[in-house]
């Protein structure tokens, strides 16, 4: 009835296969209890209880990558602060913004959002 190692890919976190969901589910309404179902299954604690609460709320599987520095409202804040002030450069919109943020991000989200800032270091040159 339990699982084998052999017929799940281990991951943190990350989806987990809807047959492999199904079995604890129903592993767990007969049990209902987390540390049981974890055993039977040979599928860590942690992972069945996501995959119960998540189940219970009608939630989608977690989501791989890290968490965003920056809120959508933020980016938008600063994409409006880099269309005002085309030639400043990326620190001083660093600066400027409400959210204390390192620069590098604030070029990346910019990045991201399709809106380049190029800043000139010097005049064009004129040709003689």
Same mark, same amino acid.
């Given at each position: 009835?339990?699982?084998?190692?052999?017929?799940?890919?281990?991951?943190?976190?990350?989806?987990?296969?809807?047959?492999?969901?199904?079995?604890?589910?129903?592993?767990?309404?007969?049990?209902?209890?987390?540390?049981?179902?974890?055993?039977?299954?040979?599928?860590?604690?942690?992972?069945?209880?996501?995959?119960?609460?998540?189940?219970?709320?009608? %939630?989608?599987?977690?989501? $791989?990558?890290?968490? *965003?520095? =920056?809120?959508?409202?933020?980016? !938008?804040?600063? +994409?409006? #602060?880099?269309?005002?002030?085309?030639?400043?450069?990326?620190?001083?919109?660093?600066?400027?913004?409400? %959210?204390?943020?390192?620069? $590098?991000?604030?070029? *990346?989200? =910019?990045?991201?959002?399709?809106? !380049?800032?190029? +800043?000139? #270091?010097?005049?064009?040159?004129?040709?003689?």
């Amino acid at each position: 009835m339990g699982l084998t190692s052999e017929s799940f890919i281990k991951m943190r976190g990350i989806n987990t296969l809807p047959a492999i969901k199904s079995e604890i589910i129903k592993i767990y309404n007969k049990t209902k209890n987390f540390r049981e179902t974890a055993k039977l299954t040979a599928i860590p604690y942690s992972t069945v209880r996501r995959i119960i609460k998540k189940q219970s709320v009608h %939630i989608l599987s977690k989501k $791989t990558g890290g968490q *965003r520095k =920056l809120t959508k409202r933020a980016v !938008r804040q600063m +994409k409006m #602060n880099a269309k005002k002030n085309l030639r400043q450069e990326v620190r001083f919109l660093a600066e400027v913004s409400s %959210i204390k943020v390192h620069y $590098t991000t604030v070029a *990346r989200s =910019l990045k991201d959002a399709n809106l !380049r800032i190029l +800043k000139r #270091n010097h005049r064009p040159r004129l040709m003689s």
